[in-house]
């Protein structure tokens, strides 16, 4: 995993909106696109995000690895118990369960 690229999938994207930043997740799904015409639903979901979320989605550029992830996050919000990559990694293994990313390998 640390040798590969994480892009956010083409159809998501970040936002800032009134101090607050948020991840927009398209509704695609079959029942999400019924619930959304009929329920009156809205059309994408927004997952707010905390400084640090925001911080390491918007590094995702198609070029940046994790471990180059991993020092500009410890050089933004330090790392003083030394868990920034496996909390990094773990984020990561999150965001990919909801499958919202794609990799590239280097």
């Known amino acids: 995993m640390l040798e590969e690229i994480p892009v956010l999938k083409d159809d998501l994207f970040l936002?800032?909106?009134e101090?607050?930043?948020?991840?927009?997740v398209p509704r695609s799904a079959w029942l999400e696109r019924v619930a959304t015409k009929f329920l009156k639903q809205p059309t994408e979901r927004r997952i707010k995000l905390d400084e640090h979320g925001y911080?390491?989605?918007s590094q995702m550029d198609g070029e940046?690895?994790?471990?180059?992830?991993?020092?500009?996050?410890?050089?933004?919000?330090?790392?003083?118990?030394?868990?920034?990559?496996s909390r990094l990694v773990r984020f990561l293994q999150i965001m990919?369960?909801?499958s919202w990313l794609k990799w590239k390998r280097e």
Request: no cysteine; hydrophobic share 35%; net charge negative.
């Open 55 to 57: 911080f390491i989605l």
């Open 15 to 17: 936002e800032v909106a």
């Open 19 to 24: 101090q607050e930043k948020y991840l927009i």
């Open 64 to 85: 940046t690895s994790i471990p180059e992830m991993e020092e500009r996050f410890s050089r933004t919000f330090g790392n003083e118990d030394g868990m920034s990559l």
């Open 96 to 98: 990919d369960s909801y």
